[in-house]
Each structure stands twice: as C-alpha cells, then as structure tokens.
C-alpha cells in the first residue's frame, strides 16, 4: 500500500514535499517523493490524503488513565499535599468497573487526539486483562507501600504476575516518599531479570523538597500522621534520596524520570552521570495546574538529557491531547523551535521506551505508526503542526488504518 500526502514528515530529515510511504505488513518499506515511490511500486493500491502532513504517531511517556473519569472535578489545590487529599478521597468512591470504563475512555481519548503509543501507570495492574488496549501500551505497575514498607516484595511478585502476559510492561515505584527502598529494589531487580522499564515520579513539589531536605512542612506532617518512618528526611534532597536507593541506573536499564522540578546545582551535577540512560518526562499543562517550579529543560538539555512530554493524568489536566501539552510547552519555551517540541513527543519518547529504533520516526523497516493532520501551504509545517487543535481523522498502528 503506498500512503501520499503534500508532505511527509518523517523525523528523520527534512520534510519531504508531494511525499509517500510504502507499507507491507506492519512495516515501512519505502519513504520518499510520490512520483518515485509510484514509479518503484506500480502495482500497489494508493491511499492519497490530499493536503495533509503525514508524520509519526504521538507516544505519550507519561499518562494515568485510571483517572480519566475524574476531569474536572478536583480545583486547582492550594498545596500538593491538598491535592493528594482530594483525589484519595475520590478514588475511595470508585468500583473497579469505574477503573475499567475510566480506562477505556482514556484510550479512546488519546487515539482521538492522534496518541499511537501511551506510557500507562496504573494502581490496579489486576483489572489490565480485562482492557483491551486500542494502542500501543506500555502498562507500568505504580505501586505504593507507605503504609506497610514490609509488603514491598509482595507488591512487586503481585504486579509481575498480573502484567507479565502484557507485551509491554514495566514497574512504576510511586515516588521516593510513598515508596521504600526495599521497595525501589524490589523493582530494580525485575526490571534486570526480565528486561522490563521502570519509571518513578520524582523532585515534582517544593513540599516534596521541604519534606526531604529540611525534614517539615505539609507533605511531612501529612505523611508523619499516616505513620510513615520519616528517618531519610532532613538531610537529601528528593534526587539525593532516590540516587542512594537506586541500582538500577547504574547498570544501564532505561528510566523514565517524571517531573524533576526542585533541583539543585548537586542534583544536576549527579543526575548527568546517568544520562544516557534516564529520560525526563515533563507534563507542561498538569505542570501548570499545580503552579510547581520552573521546569529546567534548558540546563537538562545541555547536560544531554532526553526530555519528553507527557499528559499525566485529568485529575490535573483538561484532556489527553499531546498537541495541547505541546502549544503549553512552546508559551513555557518560547526559544524552542516547534520540530525539536515535536521531537519530544516521537523520537525522544522512543528512545526512553527503548525501542529507537521501532519507533518514532517514519523510515524504512520502522514500525507503521502514523497520522495526518491537515495543513496549508502557506506557513511552516511544523507550527501548523503544533496548532492543530481537532481530533486526528486518519492514523495507522502497525500498518492498519482506522478512522
């Protein structure tokens, strides 16, 4: 099947002008100008999408869709602890078949807006079997023992047998102060013996910050009253806590790092030693909604990180569209040009999934994601890229369109 369109941006170089792609299975066979592709392939069907740009499928590195069916029904805390509050307080109100229809929903969401791949953790890895995804999914286990810091190995042995038929799968240890050491190590030591990804929220609240390093303030006395042993505060930073915790960075496994807000000049100073293998994911419009810190995508960038986007989850954002997380980013990062933002939500996200060379791009033997946004011919591809604000009509995953 050849695929034409106006343009094709493949990510992979410049845009290519009256382009088409070449699809067999769920591969990409061909890349280049129609003319020669039709000539290469005469007997192959032709799907023209007119004037379109075609460009790789959307991957979301960071996204809970257990919450989907809480938009808008959180305000905008006054603190981050306040908001942990609140969404515990709802989360108590929910059956496991309101999980099940808040995932679905969420899928359904994110393909709209033109996701093929999707970062997914998930509090309830026992209902995944029940959900089929619609795309590509990473399910990562986001697994808490706070309350009950013996458990940890159970959790994790728990989690493993529930995801473990999954094709893609990973662990998820909450955060440094809702997870414990044993239970980061726990997840270390999967993620070396099954090859599998971890991530971890980390550094996202001043509160989180003060917790760590100066050993008070709200998310101290909140988690001091639920019983948790607050022995590993008052000395580290959150980054600091988590470096002493992990192995798993040290021996090369890829991690997803999400937030990374409150750093210091140590923190960085450390973090750069592990950048070839930890990815930063920022959610720019939950970012926004909690009023966190600036976002040091600047210093990261020059310490050679990968930095991706995310949504995070509706209980503090508007929906999963990754265009809109972009346009958020571009009025963050104004200097940022619109193809090294699109970067981000294709060949960076790839990469911290650790499938660059699958995925992310349109080149040849690449798996077939795509989508086609419609475009005009008078402005830069790539802004009118970022401002498209529709649902995406045509896309392909692994080769099968779908409307």
């Known amino acids: 099947m050849i695929i034409r369109a106006r343009v094709v941006v493949t990510m992979d170089g410049p845009p290519i002008e009256n382009g088409a792609v070449v699809v067999a299975r769920n591969r990409f066979v061909e890349v280049g100008t129609f003319p020669q592709i039709a000539k290469n392939h005469s007997r192959e069907e032709i799907v023209d999408l007119g004037d379109h740009a075609l460009l790789p499928g959307l991957i979301n590195a960071h996204c809970h869709l257990d919450y ?16 942990i ?3 515990n307080d709802k989360k108590a109100k929910l059956s496991a078949d309101d999980y099940i229809q808040s995932i679905k929903d969420g899928f359904a969401e994110a393909k709209r807006y033109g996701t093929t791949t999707i970062a997914n953790l998930t509090a309830f890895p026992e209902l995944v ?36 038929s999954q094709e893609h799968w990973g662990l998820a240890p909450h955060a440094p102060f809702t997870a414990s050491e044993n239970l980061y190590r726990c997840c270390e030591q999967i993620a070396m ?11 996202e609240s001043h509160e989180e910050m003060e917790m760590f ?5 709200q998310l101290f006395h909140f988690l001091t009253k639920i019983g948790r042993s607050m022995t590993d505060c008052g000395t580290r930073t959150p980054v600091g806590e988590f470096l002493e915790r992990t192995r798993a960075i040290e021996g090369n496994r890829p991690y997803l790092a999400v937030h990374l807000n409150e750093l210091t000049g140590t923190d960085l100073e450390r973090l750069a030693e592990f950048r070839q293998s930890f990815s930063v994911v920022h959610c720019p419009r939950s970012h926004k909604y909690f009023g966190h810190s600036a976002f040091h ?27 809109a997380e972009m346009r958020a980013f ?17 060949v960076n996200p790839a990469r911290a999934l650790d499938q660059g060379s699958e995925l992310g791009k349109i080149r040849r033997g690449f798996v077939a994601d795509m989508i086609a946004v419609p475009i005009e011919r008078s402005t830069s591809v790539f802004e009118q890229i970022l401002s498209f604000n529709q649902p995406v009509r045509w896309s392909t995953i692994e080769g099968r369109i779908s409307a």
């Open 68 to 83: 989907t069916c809480l938009r808008g029904t959180i305000p905008r805390p006054k603190s981050f602890p306040d908001w």
């Open 297 to 323: 995508f600047q210093t990261l960038g020059e310490l050679g990180f990968n930095v991706c986007l995310g949504t995070d989850s509706l209980a503090s954002n508007d929906d999963l569209s990754l265009f």
């Open 213 to 217: 390093r100066e050993a008070k303030g």
């Open 330 to 346: 571009q009025k963050e990062f104004p200097g940022i040009t619109p193809e090294k933002i699109l970067e981000m939500v294709t």
């Open 193 to 203: 013996d099954r090859n599998v990804l971890l991530t971890t929220h980390l550094a």
């Open 85 to 87: 509050r609140a969404i």
């Open 129 to 164: 079997s029940r959900i089929e995804s619609p795309i590509r999914t990473w399910w990562f286990a986001e697994l808490i023992d706070v309350r009950d810091p013996t458990r940890s190995a159970e959790l994790v042995d728990q989690a493993v047998d529930f995801l473990k």
